[in-house]
């Protein structure tokens, strides 16, 4: 499953009343799903390449340590406001969205794969970004295989990963903003930014 056609599906499991029982739920699993992300890239660098974790390891601790934070918030919330409220009907899935967004992400991968193989080494922070639109667990690896390879520095491995985060979260939240309802925005949307803001700020203190 994609960051890009998991968080339509959440967004549109999200078009409930306001405050209703299924905003609130899809709502607080979007916080816990598309906030906690740094550990996603924890877990994917240390397979692929420690090196890059270690080098990374500010920008992640600080991004999880915000994510955490938020994600327990609004889960307390959720659970509270949930217990008290009966469950109703939401809206159905629209097809021809969801077939939109997937050729959507075939055509960013498309790219990506030609960018690479036209500029090679030196395009990879144009790709990592430009992939990272669509899932920025597939940008991560390909960063980190690079270095694991020796084709690229554990230095140089930072920007390129950082920058498909930030395209990624302009996914999150572009979907966020408008594939579900204001209440689930709002409860993923600062998560979103909170934590981004975060890992960029671990990656200048290198």
Do not use: C
């Amino acid at each position: 499953e994609t960051d890009l056609l998991a968080g339509w599906l959440a967004g549109q499991a999200g078009l409930d009343a306001p405050d209703g029982p299924l905003t609130i739920a899809i709502g607080t699993d979007g916080v816990a799903r598309d906030v906690p992300w740094p550990a996603d890239a924890a877990i994917l660098l240390a397979a692929v390449s420690p090196a890059t974790l270690a080098h990374l390891w500010p920008s992640i601790a600080l991004g999880g340590v915000a994510a955490v934070a938020y994600a327990a918030i609004f889960m307390r919330r959720g659970a509270e406001k949930a217990a008290t409220t009966d469950a109703g009907p939401g809206e159905a899935f629209d097809v021809k969205v969801a077939l939109i967004l997937a050729a959507t992400l075939t055509a960013v991968l498309v790219a990506v794969a030609a960018v690479l193989a036209w500029q090679g080494t030196a395009g990879l922070t144009f790709a990592a970004g430009l992939a990272g639109f669509a899932d920025a667990h597939s940008a991560i690896v390909s960063v980190a295989s690079q270095v694991a390879s020796g084709r690229l520095s554990v230095p140089e491995a930072g920007l390129p990963i950082l920058l498909a985060l930030t395209t990624n979260s302009g996914t999150k939240l572009f979907l966020a903003a408008t594939s579900g309802s204001r209440a689930y925005a709002l409860r993923v949307i600062p998560g979103v930014l909170i934590v981004l803001a975060a890992m960029w700020a671990g990656l200048w203190m290198r």
